[in-house]
């Protein structure tokens, strides 16, 4: 029995298992070496069980609802959807519902140790993420890119129907994905819900492979493989047509890059063995990639590293990876050792992090490597459903280019102004989504929060040293920028107020109204100095008392005259000086 909160792990072994009277078939096998679990699902929510990560055998995992193991119903079974032939399942939970759980060996010749694991899926993102679509689970995943966090986008009110590529629209919020199996395009938040399907009028989809974004100007693109051609539409849903390929070849076409920077849509052949580009604006030019030595073998994913001016293709025939010079020539077949993915269809290049990343679409693995060639590792997907992956791309958090100015400053009461900072980019072409969708506004005083201050100005009301940060947030996470800081200074503007004498001691108290904190000191000719600490704006008293001959004369006349000077020292201010005539009484 498996018990309490998720996630939940169990080892087990299969060894000396047999299979119990009447149980189904777990994925449509008769394994023979099963063992059973039983869970009850504290709350409702999705959830997958897996044995991805220490299975030593070919395994097969089914999930029941029921009492006899003979008479009970299928929630979800699975074979081989990890790496190493483990098998993953991903299922909707129902709170106090009680879920058998079955880990067998595929036909009745598998056995050994394994751990089987019960996660919650994640719905949110939790950093820089891959992201990408399910065609078998009909989902979208994603998984962190650090590893250990993955899981399923809530994509309420949209058709998932064989996906098949998809690509991000941070700024807006949205994730956008082809419907193999429907001929469509449907959309959610990249936040959660929001699915719709787009209105395609007028747009072609014959065996369509790979998925492209001009987010600027608002169009879909992707390859047809069964009619040679290359589709678009709209994203605000005013119809779609045919691409205008130009010169170039379009043979088998099978994935697809939209390059802003340089007015080009690239797509692979996969059947002309070629990758070929024509104009992005639609008027056609364009011609086919010399790749060098490049090997061209059934190539179905294309991107574009702009910085290096390079074009990068997963070649399904012979499962590698190559690229050559976006101008031609200059070819390349790196290798990256320790990546256990194969290439087949699509790849994500993140080009300021030298990496590339890509699926196995049948292994469900993914892998990535340094663009320089090497540094291959497989990504710990997390609780992740990864169930024939395709046409991944990058979300990341959103990457400050240049902090926001600060302006103003001067005395208290003046307005200081939060320019706007810089932020990078998506990507497009590499498929790294990275834009702001929002951004907002903090202050800082004397490095402590300012209270309640979250516009871009702010009226000072004390001094100190003042800074502005701007916050950009997306799907991914939040980036801040802070801006130098300004001095402003307290106001020194004070008044001296009445006296109040002491005749039977000689001496007086002088009010002196302050407008903050700071520092007084009372300083004169023939009087003792004195000082306090104003701790807030309003009035202060300061002794005033004769000293040394002034005193002598004082008793001996009964009055005395004498000028004094004070100076106030505002926290986070200039100081200023008052003087005022004082006359003293001494009384006989």
């Known amino acids: ?40 699902a504290p709350s409702s929510g999705k959830v997958i069980a897996n044995t991805c990560g220490g299975a030593t055998f070919d395994s097969t995992i089914g999930v029941y609802t029921g009492g006899a193991v003979n008479a009970l119903s299928e929630v979800g079974s699975n074979d081989d959807a990890c790496a190493n032939s483990a098998s993953s399942v991903s299922f909707d939970a129902t709170a106090g519902t009680i879920y058998k759980i079955a880990v067998d060996g595929y036909d009745n010749t598998e056995f050994g140790t ?7 899926v994640e719905s949110s993102f939790g950093g820089d993420s891959i992201v990408w679509a399910n065609y078998s689970d009909e989902s979208i995943g994603f998984a962190s890119l650090s590893g250990a966090h993955g899981g399923v986008l809530d994509t309420t009110g949209a058709t998932l129907d064989g996906p098949w590529g998809l690509v991000l629209d941070p700024a807006r919020d949205k994730v956008w994905w082809l419907n193999y199996d429907g001929s469509s395009i449907s959309s959610a938040n990249l936040s959660g819900g929001g699915g719709q399907d787009l209105n395609t009028a007028g747009a072609t989809f014959n065996d369509p492979y790979g998925f492209a974004l001009d987010p600027v100007a608002g169009v879909l693109y992707w390859a047809n493989y069964g009619n040679s051609t290359i589709g678009y539409a709209r994203t605000d849903g005013s119809g779609g047509g045919i691409f205008n390929a130009g010169a170039g070849t379009v043979n088998g076409p099978c994935g697809v890059a939209v390059d802003p920077t340089a007015n080009r849509l690239w797509w692979a052949n996969y059947t002309g063995d070629k990758i070929s580009y024509a104009n992005l604006d639609g008027s056609g030019g364009g011609g086919d990639l010399n790749p060098g030595i490049a090997t061209v073998d059934d190539p179905c994913g294309v991107a574009v590293d702009r910085s290096a001016n390079r074009v990068w293709w997963t070649n399904a025939g012979d499962s590698s990876i190559a690229s050559a010079d976006a101008s031609g020539g200059g070819g390349a077949n790196p290798l990256f050792p320790g990546a256990s993915a194969e290439p087949d269809y699509g790849l994500a290049l993140d080009p300021p992090a030298g990496k590339i990343w890509w699926p196995d679409y049948g292994e469900n693995v993914f892998s990535s490597g340094n663009l320089a060639g090497g540094g291959g590792a497989d990504l710990d997907t997390g609780g992740a459903v990864v169930d024939y992956p395709s046409y991944p791309a990058l979300l990341e958090k959103p990457a400050g280019t240049g902090a926001p100015s600060l302006s ?41 929060p300012v209270a309640g201050a979250d516009g871009k100005t702010l009226t000072t009301t004390l001094g100190g040293s003042y800074t502005c940060a701007e916050t950009a947030t997306n799907a991914a996470g939040s980036t801040a920028q802070t801006s130098a800081s300004v001095e402003v200074l307290a106001s020194n503007k004070f008044k001296l107020g009445k006296l109040k004498l002491n005749k039977k001691k000689g001496t007086a108290k002088l009010s002196v109204t302050v407008p903050g904190a700071g520092k007084l000191a009372l300083s004169g000719k023939g009087v003792k100095k004195s000082k306090k600490t104003a701790k807030k704006a309003g009035a202060v008293k300061l002794a005033v008392k004769p000293s040394g001959k002034s005193k002598k004369k004082l008793g001996k006349m009964g009055k005395l005259k004498v000028k004094v000077k004070v100076k106030f020292s505002p926290d986070d201010g200039e100081p200023n000086t008052l003087s005022k005539k004082v006359k003293l009484k001494l009384a006989g």
């Open 1 to 40: 029995m498996i018990s309490g909160a998720l996630p939940q792990q169990v080892d087990g072994t299969n060894v000396d298992a047999t299979e119990e009277t009447g149980e189904p078939n777990h994925a449509g096998d008769d394994g023979q070496h099963s063992v059973w679990y039983s869970w009850t």
């Open 114 to 120: 394994f751990t089987l694991r019960l996660s919650p």
């Open 408 to 448: 103003g400053g001067g005395d208290v009461g003046t307005e200081l102004t939060c320019g706007t900072g810089t932020w990078a980019g998506d990507l497009v072409e590499s498929f790294l989504f990275r834009a702001p969708h929002s951004v907002a506004y903090s202050w800082t005083r004397n490095g402590q």
